[in-house]
């Protein structure tokens, strides 16, 4: 081989030896997005899942009954008291499904509306202002068409409050909240019973929390004002943004000491964390 030669094969395979280093950067370097790129979509995802995990949904149910054909006059209350209620959760965070003069077809639905959107991570909140009877040791919420005549209508043609905390429980909510207002004189029991004895207990099992606006077996008359004593007070301290329990209890002691012992609510819980109310809590 003379000099020329070999000076050519030196060249081409300094050029070669370039040619393969270019090669080896563009892979290293593709391969070096592509990993940037991945890392990029865990970390999206971790986000998005750490996101929904840390995120509470918090629903309530309202139902607001006034206008029942049997009564002598509506109960222009209830239905205030579910509009002013709905508006204080909307803008503490819940996602609100009010209900007006529900029929008994009208409160299954929102009850099944209810059901199918709870999630394990949910806070839900159910409140009923209306007339209330109690059959078989559980109170039902009545709805405006309800026909009643003997106690066995009641079950037939009400909702069950400890059946709506049932599907609650069944569903996996992370805490229940319940509020009813219809401890009230109404015109179905006098048909059936000599004396009107209000609701039943309702037990606050696995992780709820119960106000009603009266204790076990009494009624109280409503008020004159724009709301009923219960809501009114609840509303003034709904306001303070603190947790569940202490809004129930403030509520409670509020209208007792005003009422000097004549309407004394009933709170039972049994939640086993803080549920806050305020828009930043859980």
């Known amino acids: 081989m003379n000099l020329k030669q070999l000076d050519l094969s030196r060249r081409t395979i300094a050029l070669a030896a370039a040619l393969i280093g270019t090669v080896s950067l563009a892979i290293g370097a593709h391969a070096a997005l592509n990993m940037r790129t991945i890392d990029a979509a865990k970390a999206v995802t971790t986000d998005q899942i750490t996101g929904s995990i840390g995120q509470t949904s918090r629903l309530a149910l309202v139902i607001g009954n006034g206008h029942y054909p049997d009564a002598s006059a509506p109960l222009t209350q209830s239905i205030n008291d579910a509009r ?19 029929t008994k077809d009208d409160m299954v639905r929102a009850v099944n509306r209810l059901k199918s959107r709870i999630k394990h991570d949910t806070v839900v909140m159910l409140f009923f202002g209306g007339y209330g009877v109690q059959a078989g040791r559980e109170s039902y919420m009545l ?24 599907m609650m429980k069944e569903q996996g909510a ?27 207990p309702i037990s606050a099992s696995d992780n709820a929390l119960v106000l009603t606006s009266a204790s076990p077996g009494k009624v109280v008359d409503d008020g004159k004002g724009e709301h ?23 509520t409670r002691l509020a209208i007792a000491r005003a009422s000097e012992g004549d309407q004394v609510p009933a709170v039972s819980s049994s939640l086993l964390e803080d549920v806050q109310l305020g828009e930043a809590g859980g």
């Open 84 to 102: 002013a209620l709905s508006s204080s959760l909307r803008k503490n965070g819940f996602d609100v499904d009010m209900v007006e003069d529900a």
């Open 143 to 166: 709805p405006v068409d309800a026909v009643i005549w003997k106690e066995r209508d009641v079950r037939r043609q009400g909702v069950s409050i400890e059946g709506v905390l049932e």
């Open 174 to 200: 992370k805490a229940k909240l319940v509020v009813v207002d219809a401890s009230r004189r109404n015109p179905y029991e006098r048909r059936f019973r000599s004396y009107s004895h209000g609701l039943a």
């Open 228 to 250: 009923s004593v219960l809501v009114g007070e609840l509303l003034n301290n709904l306001n303070a943004q603190t947790s569940a329990e202490s809004v129930f209890n403030k």
